[in-house]
């Protein structure tokens, strides 16, 4: 019914950039939050950073300054652009949205939390 694809990860050197993305598809009547989560080896997925459909942003500490999120409705696609990584941002890199759909089955109008399926970011020299 609905569906969240992320890309754009890969190896990649301390201090270099990778961006991010990932594409909502479906019976979608609008989208809400959307947002970018990850998870380390051995660690709990944490957030890394969240839009609103208005536009507000708020950042993770540890990515501040370094991370950018944004979106574009029309593409129903959230971005993460990620410079300056350093070795501790290695992790599968997850989005998630919020979002409002039509039930194939019922037809009627729904709303959940749909996942990505991760992309594997891995800073390293």
């Known amino acids: 019914q609905v569906q969240l694809v992320d890309s754009g990860g890969g190896l990649v050197q301390p201090g270099g950039s990778l961006r991010l993305s990932c594409a909502a598809s479906?019976?979608?009547?609008?989208?809400?939050?959307m947002g970018w989560y990850r998870q380390a080896p051995g660690k709990e997925r944490e957030l890394v950073a969240r839009?609103?459909?208005?536009?507000?942003?708020n950042y993770a500490d540890s990515v501040k300054g370094r991370f950018t999120i944004s979106r574009d409705i029309a593409k129903r696609t959230v971005y993460l652009q990620m410079n300056t990584l350093k070795p501790e941002d290695t992790a599968v890199y997850y989005c998630?949205?919020?979002?409002?759909?039509?039930?194939?089955?019922?037809?009627?109008?729904?709303?959940?939390?749909?996942w990505g399926q991760g992309t594997r970011v891995t800073v390293s020299s």
């Open positions: 839009i609103t459909s208005d536009g507000n942003t």
């Open positions: 479906g019976s979608i009547f609008s989208i809400n939050d």
């Open positions: 998630k949205a919020d979002i409002t759909y039509r039930d194939t089955h019922s037809f009627q109008r729904q709303r959940r939390d749909y």
